[in-house]
Each structure stands twice: as structure tokens, then as C-alpha cells.
Nanobody
């Protein structure tokens, strides 16, 4: 069982930056791939970025490539999402997730954190 707690969401102007953090419980953090997903009302949850357990492999949605960076610190049981050049269409609830599949690590989910980008 993995418990995930996100932080770092908030309100930012277009062009600005935010850094999301996700702290995970458990002693096997490095054995899980981690991911960030986002969802807006009426839309399906979208995978934004994911990272393998070692951190050596990352995947990004086309919509965020070059702007967002996922990273992890296995010593701190924490995964991060650095978001730069934010745009209003990035507004969503962002969820941290963990799982065995580095392409779609969706076995365990956090409660979500709201990110709002104003124009």
C-alpha cells in the first residue's frame, strides 16, 4: 500500500511557474514508477508525465513537453513536477500516482491539488 500526498498547487499568472511535490509513504518507493495526471471537469484524466523507479526513464504528454519536468528523490520518497511557461489550459486538478507500469503508473492515487493559471 502506498499513500501519496500532493502539495504546491495554487494560482499563478500565465507564463509563470509552479512546482508540485508528492510525498509517498512506505519503504519501497524506488520500486514504483510515479506519475502526474490532471483532470478538468467533463474531461478524462490525462497523464501529464511519468518516471521510472530509478528515475532513468521519463514520459511526457505532447502538450507539456519542453515546459514541464518530472523528477524524483528516492531518498526523500518524493516526486516533483516543475511546471514552467504555464498557460490557462494547464488549469486542472493535478494528481500524483504510483504504480508498476512506468507508462501509466495508476495503481495508487493522491487526493489531488488544484492548479489555476490566470490569463
Amino acid at each position: 500500500q502506498v499513500q501519496l500526498v500532493e502539495s504546491g498547487g495554487g494560482l499563478v499568472q500565465a507564463g509563470g511557474s509552479l512546482r508540485l511535490s508528492c510525498a509517498a509513504s512506505g519503504r519501497t518507493f524506488s520500486s514504483y514508477a510515479m506519475g502526474w495526471f490532471r483532470q478538468t471537469p467533463g474531461k478524462e484524466r490525462e497523464r501529464v508525465a511519468s518516471i521510472s523507479g530509478s528515475g532513468g526513464t521519463t514520459y511526457y504528454a505532447d502538450s507539456v513537453k519542453g515546459r514541464f519536468t518530472i523528477s524524483r528523490d528516492n531518498a526523500k520518497n518524493t516526486v516533483y513536477l516543475q511546471m514552467n511557461s504555464l498557460a490557462p489550459e494547464d488549469t486542472a486538478v493535478y494528481y500524483c500516482a504510483a504504480g508498476k507500469d512506468p507508462w501509466y503508473p495508476g495503481d495508487y492515487w493522491g487526493q489531488g491539488t488544484q492548479v489555476t493559471v490566470s490569463s
